[in-house]
Every structure is written in C-alpha cells, then in structure tokens.
C-alpha cells in the first residue's frame, strides 16, 4: 500500500464549479498535513496547511479526518487559475520529512 | 525576501561525467531536503539534512549519488558518473524547524537534469 494515495484525475471543472478530492494516508503517526500545489514544470508550492478542526482560505477549504486518515480537500469558484496537480503532504517524522501524493491533476475550463 | 536558490536550472551532459547540483536555503531555515522529480515515479525525496547533519539518506539511489552540507548556507548534491536513467528535475527545499510545529517546506525552482 503507498504511503499517501490520491486519485490521479484529471477533475475536468467548468469555471466557477466546485471540486473537490481527498487523499489517505498510512501513517497513523503523521501530525502535520498540507496541500501543495504543482503546477506544469514548475516547482510544488504550498497551498495551505490542514489543521485537525478543518480550515479555509478564500475558496479552499481543507478538511482533516484522523481516524479515516484522510485529508480533503474542496476548490470553490473554480477559476481558470487554480489548473494545476494538488499534492496532499503528510508528515512522516519528527524531522520534518513529508510524504507527498503523486497529486490529483484539476483541468478548469471556461 | 529571497527563496531557497537552485543552480544550475538546467544542465545538459553526456553520461559519465559528473554533474554537480547547487543549494542555498532561505535563511534562518535549519532543514534542507534534496527531492528528484520524474514522470514515472513523481517526487522522491533523496536526503535531507537538519542543521548540516544528514538525517536520512535512503533515498539515495546508489553510490553514485552523493549531498553534502558544509554549512548552513549552501548544500551539493553530486552524482558521479551519470548515467541517462538520472534525468530528472531535481528540486531543493528547506523549511524553518522540525515537524510538529506544522513547518512546510519551501522549493527552489528545481534544476532540470538531461543525461544525454
């Protein structure tokens, strides 16, 4: 089993729709979560951390459930901008050492 | 403020010579990760350090690879010789402390490695 599995995608999103997609994590042990953001032949940049309460800036919303391990995460308003992979990044150890997802390609289209 | 520094962005060379990967990380930061990036196997982290010492280096490949930290300011990652299947974008990231106090990491803009 991988250590951070996402569904691949592509999500096809009309502009202005919603869209949202989790990852699972097996590492009962990790205590940090974000999402990165990738995108085409650039370097991953952090999106947002995921607190355990859920939390949101502006139209993303993270949601963090600890006995599922899972992580969500929901993109309101799609604009063409937010085309991109989403990488969901556990932390794996004390060090700070992340695991990251192979990503969730979202494709928004006018 | 100036980001974690990468260079060369892109190198080209022919197998069996050496390539060596530079890193500065952002300032103050005491971790720095060294991760290669292929569409086959996506983003793998190779070795990272906390403030100089190598932590974990499992995931480096095989003897050719090698990192080294001199210092807090600057990191090399060395493959020697290089071999076609190397090709890659490599990236380094640093973040400020250890995990638990939810640090994310932080890329540079990777440097894009053809073997030819």
């Known amino acids: 089993r991988k250590e951070v599995e996402q569904d691949p995608g592509p999500f096809n999103v009309p502009e202005g729709a919603t869209v949202a997609f989790n990852c699972t994590y097996s590492?009962?042990?990790?205590?940090?979560f974000f999402w990165y953001r990738q995108d085409c032949r650039k370097e991953p940049k952090l999106l947002m951390s995921?607190?355990?309460s859920g939390n949101e800036d502006g139209r993303f919303t993270a949601q963090l459930n600890r006995a599922s391990q899972y992580i969500s995460l929901l993109i309101r308003d799609s604009k063409l901008s937010d085309s991109a992979t989403y990488l969901c990044?556990?932390?794996?150890?004390?060090?700070?050492?992340?695991?990251f997802g192979a990503g969730t390609q979202v494709v928004v289209t006018p | 403020d100036a980001g974690v520094i990468q260079s060369p962005r892109h190198e080209v060379t022919e197998m069996g010579q050496e390539v060596t990967l530079r890193c500065k990380p952002i300032?103050?930061?005491?971790?720095l990760f060294w991760y290669r990036q292929t569409m086959m196997r996506g983003l793998e982290l190779l070795i990272y350090?906390?403030?100089?010492?190598?932590?974990?280096d499992s995931g480096m490949p095989e003897d050719r690879f090698s990192a080294k930290m001199p210092n807090a300011s600057f990191s090399t990652l060395k493959i020697q010789p290089s071999e076609p299947r190397d090709s890659a974008v490599y990236f380094c990231?640093?973040?400020?402390?250890?995990?638990?106090?939810?640090?994310?990491?932080?890329f540079g803009d990777g440097t894009r490695l053809s073997i030819l």
């Open positions: 990231a640093s973040s400020p402390d250890r995990a638990y106090s939810n640090q994310p990491q932080h």
């Open positions: 590492n009962s042990a990790s205590q940090s």
């Open positions: 995921v607190y355990s």
């Open positions: 990044v556990p932390s794996t150890d004390s060090w700070g050492k992340l695991q």
């Open positions: 300032s103050g930061h005491n971790s």
């Open positions: 350090f906390n403030n100089n010492v190598p932590i974990d």
